[in-house]
T-cell receptor
Framework: AQKVTQAQTEISVVEKEDVTLDCVYETRDTTYYLFWYKQPPSGELVFLIRRNSFDEQNEISGRYSWNFQKSTSSFNFTITASQVVDSAVYFCALTFGSSNTGKLIFGQGTTLQVKP | DTAVSQTPKYLVTQMGNDKSIKCEQNLGHDTMYWYKQDSKKFLKIMFSYNNKELIINETVPNRFSPKSPDKAHLNLHINSLELGDSAVYFC???????????????FGPGTRLTVL
């Protein structure tokens, strides 16, 4: 079965704190793709990153970084020095190569509140 | 220069009515999708079309009928609306039909449907 679990329903931090959002996935496919999307209070879904299963390199983009570990089936997202504008719902998602349909399987989402 | 657009943004209607949501993408993508986000923010795929061909139909009631007049448009028609259809509906698109499962999906702003 293909599944994405975001165990943290809500996280609240104070501005400038670092915060890590956890994502654990399940798939039997050896070829798969992992994504993070951001849904700010305005409601749109904003693409943040895509990672394929053959690339375990961590990635950093400004204050955002992603840690992909196949050994623990995790693809965690860290925001360094959080800002109020980071307040949003963050979704981790999975597609898998054998499906050949592009179906995105989403986690339940983590609501991040950054307080000033 | 909007990439994926949806109309209307808000839709309030009575039970039993028929309504349509329109989606257009100007990215030149081959594949388009409809997702439903429920009141708990959970996102689930409903349909996908690749070059006007239906690829995914995820156990959606047949009151929901997608229509793709061309590869830049994917509309969603809903017959006999029910209270449980109240949700946010997102349209998305991805570039290459031949590599389904690998491409990033870009989402529209969403349509909030409220059935009274």
């Amino acid at each position: 079965a293909q599944k994405v679990t975001q165990a943290q329903t809500e996280i609240s931090v104070v501005e400038k704190e670092d915060v890590t959002l956890d994502c654990v996935y399940e798939t039997r496919d050896t070829t798969y793709y992992l994504f993070w999307y951001k849904q700010p209070p305005s409601g749109e879904l904003v693409f943040l990153i895509r990672r394929n299963s053959f690339d375990e390199q961590n990635e950093i983009s400004g204050r955002y970084s992603w840690n992909f570990q196949k050994s623990t089936s995790s693809f965690n997202f860290t925001i360094t020095a959080s800002q109020v504008v980071d307040s949003a719902v963050y979704f981790c998602a999975l597609t898998f190569g054998s499906s050949n349909t592009g179906k995105l399987i989403f986690g339940q989402g983590t609501t991040l509140q950054v307080k000033p | 220069d909007t990439a994926v657009s949806q109309t209307p943004k808000y839709l309030v209607t009575q039970m039993g009515n028929d309504k349509s949501i329109k989606c257009e993408q100007n990215l030149g993508h081959d594949t388009m999708y409809w997702y439903k986000q429920d009141s708990k923010k959970f996102l689930k795929i409903m349909f996908s079309y690749n070059n006007k061909e239906l690829i995914i139909n995820e156990t959606v009631p047949n009151r929901f009928s997608p229509k793709s007049p061309d590869k830049a448009h994917l509309n969603l028609h809903i017959n006999s609306l029910e209270l449980g259809d109240s949700a946010v509906y997102f349209c998305a698109s991805s570039p290459y039909g031949t590599r389904l499962g690998t491409d990033t999906q870009y989402f529209g702003p969403g349509t909030r449907l409220t059935v009274l």
